[in-house]
């Protein structure tokens, strides 16, 4: 069946480096979703990618639409303590439309 | 945006008994969809919750554990029924709103099933 796998699974970083999680789905989408759940929190929406190749910015967030709408990606520049929660990208299912989430990938930072 | 309350926040439970879980949403929504998301792990979708129709439950779960109801465009319920330790959990609702459907979650319901 359709799959969004994303890796890696946990990444510990020291306050000020980068991360990026990555996104891969089985088949091609027609929009990429991306959640981000603090410890003991719900998921709340981050934003959405539509198009081909598409780049979007949320201050210190970039996130990627690759050109095959098979992949995308998620980096946060110069990490800081209030990022630490897991991230997760969705794409919807060729039928039916409903979400279907990655893995996730956790994140710590180290103050 | 949308505004989704969950009731109870958690609970501790016997094995064999039922608990039913409170979903409210601050407008209409045609759709309401329940999560579940074991520790540590990522979001599973139990079923689709219709208003004025029965729910839609995907593979794995079926209705006599899971039962849901939708008596109107605000509110759902999920029943765990008769527990075990297994079905320990934090169950989500959820809405989607937008041109894309992107999802508005509540705060969830963590489960412990002793």
């Known amino acids: 069946g359709q799959q969004v796998m994303q890796i890696p699974q946990y990444q510990h970083v020291q306050e000020g480096e980068d991360f990026t999680t990555y996104c891969n789905s089985s088949t091609t989408l027609s929009n990429i979703q991306w959640y981000k759940q603090r410890p003991g929190g719900h998921p709340v929406f981050l934003i959405q990618?539509?198009?081909?190749?598409e780049v979007k910015k949320q201050k210190r967030l970039t996130f990627q639409f690759g050109e095959a709408k098979k992949n995308s990606s998620l980096h946060i520049t110069a990490t800081q303590t209030t990022d630490v929660g897991t991230y997760f990208c969705a794409g919807p299912q060729r039928r039916g439309g409903k979400l279907i989430f990655g893995q996730g990938t956790e994140l710590s930072v180290k103050p | 945006s949308a505004v989704i309350s969950q009731k109870p926040s958690r609970d501790i439970c016997q094995r064999g008994t039922s608990l039913t879980i409170q979903c409210q949403v601050d407008?209409?929504?045609?759709?309401m969809f329940w999560y579940r998301q074991q520790p540590g792990q990522s979001l599973t979708l139990i079923a689709t919750a219709n208003q004025g129709s029965e729910a839609t439950y995907e593979s794995g779960f079926v209705i006599d554990k899971f039962p849901i109801s939708r008596p109107n465009l605000t509110f759902s319920t999920l029943t765990v029924s008769n527990m075990s330790p297994e079905d320990s959990s934090i169950y989500l609702c959820?809405?989607?709103?937008?041109?894309?459907?992107?999802?508005?979650f509540g705060p969830g319901t963590r489960l412990t099933v002793l």
């Open positions: 959820s809405v989607a709103r937008g041109l894309n459907n992107e999802q508005f």
């Open positions: 407008s209409q929504v045609t759709m």
């Open positions: 990618l539509v198009k081909s190749g």
